[in-house]
């Protein structure tokens, strides 16, 4: 009897530069070679050391520094800031395969921080954090328009909002979940569509209720706002419509 293997047969992942260089940097941070606060060389020398342009270099440096892990201070360089040191496992190592179960659990944990951080932000934001939301909001809409992916300039957005929250375990709890979100709707294309124009308007709701210092109103509109993610992790089997938010 002829057996057919093909199914068993997985897709061959090409990593990028940036992800070899992602890589390299995990491996010094997770055996103690790379601690918070120590410097990386420049882009130059990483670029000759690493046998790459400097643009996977930069490349590399941005992503880490999205997730907290690198920072670069004005005249200084950059440095591991170890801010998001404990969501670097489900950043860059293996990527985890979520059971449908994981990952329905993921997202509810996700809408329960953001509800909360919402709610806290709208009490505790100060003229810095509206600053630093407004900014996050621009670069999505920008994105938005542009009809380019939005998926990083949407999570900052949200990392904002939780960082006006004040509450520094709900943004290491975010920083823990959201990496594996981020990982399984991209692989899966979720990120596509034309819902991201409908999620930029609630963005600009959600925005509007925590200027006016208004948690409730700001905690039902982040709930809204993420109502269908969290129907998708119920049944993925549904349309999502193009939304990671």
């Not at 440095?79 to 670097?88: D, F, H, N, Y």
């Not at 925590?210 to 109103?217: L, T």
């Amino acid at each position: 009897m002829k057996v057919d293997f093909l199914k068993n047969f997985k897709e061959i992942e090409i990593e990028t530069p940036a992800d070899k260089i992602i890589r390299q940097i995990r491996d010094l941070i997770s055996s103690g070679q790379l601690k918070a606060g120590d410097r990386l060389p420049s882009e130059r020398q990483m670029s000759e050391k690493f046998g790459v342009g400097r643009t996977s270099v930069r490349d590399a440096i941005r992503k880490l520094e999205f997730y907290g892990i690198l920072r670069t201070l004005p005249q200084s360089g950059t440095e591991v800031s170890g801010l998001g040191i404990t969501a670097l496992e489900g950043l860059i190592t293996d990527v985890l395969k979520l059971e449908q179960h994981d990952f329905k659990a993921l997202i509810e944990t996700r809408v329960l921080l953001e509800r909360n951080s919402a709610f806290n932000a709208a009490q505790r934001r100060s003229e810095k954090d509206l600053e630093g939301m407004r900014k996050a909001l621009t670069s999505y809409e920008t994105a938005v328009l542009d009809g380019r992916s939005s998926v990083e300039e949407d999570l900052m957005f949200h990392l904002k909002i939780v960082e006006a929250a004040k509450n520094s375990v709900l943004m290491s709890l975010m920083m823990i979940v959201t990496p594996d979100i981020l990982t399984y709707f991209t692989e899966n294309r979720i990120c596509s569509g034309d819902r991201p124009l409908t999620a930029l308007r609630e963005h600009h709701t959600i925005l509007k209720h925590i200027e006016d210092q208004n948690p409730e109103m700001a905690e039902a509109a982040m709930r809204d706002h993420l109502q269908e993610l969290l129907d998708f992790s119920t049944n993925p089997k549904l349309e999502a419509n193009g939304r990671m938010d």
